[in-house]
């Protein structure tokens, strides 16, 4: 299994960004998708996860309203829709994948992507 994860950048306090993750894998429907982060001195937290098949899914309460986890089916992609973003989501986020059970752990992931930068300034 392999991710590949894309879309971080540069913006102000409010805006948005798009994350991509695409995964290369044979068979995918009994994975689950989540999106991590690591800020600057701070261990990673779990942001969100997807399970692929019936799209389950789960937020950090942090991040609970603003950001949406979806997948496209079609293209094995895993997308992480941040709106109203804040300082303090600055962050590298990584994507990650693991078989069946949802978590929040990021030890239980097996398969991790390389990250994406994420600054959002006041």
């Known amino acids: 299994v392999q991710l590949q994860a894309s879309g971080g950048g540069s913006v102000q306090a409010g805006g948005s960004l798009r994350l991509s993750c695409v995964v290369s894998?044979?068979?995918?429907?009994?994975?689950?998708m989540g999106w991590f982060r690591q800020a600057p001195g701070k261990e990673r937290e779990f942001v969100a996860s997807i399970r692929w098949s019936g799209g389950s899914t789960d937020y950090a309460d942090s991040v609970k309203g603003r950001f949406t986890i979806s997948k496209d089916s079609g293209k094995t992609i895993v997308y992480l829709q941040m709106n109203s973003l804040r300082p303090e989501d600055t962050a590298v986020y990584y994507c990650?994948?693991?078989?069946?059970?949802?978590?929040?752990?990021?030890?239980?992931?097996?398969?991790w992507g390389q990250g994406t930068l994420v600054t959002v300034s006041s």
């Open positions: 990650a994948a693991k078989w069946m059970v949802m978590t929040r752990t990021a030890n239980e992931y097996d398969y």
């Open positions: 894998v044979r068979t995918f429907s009994n994975y689950v």
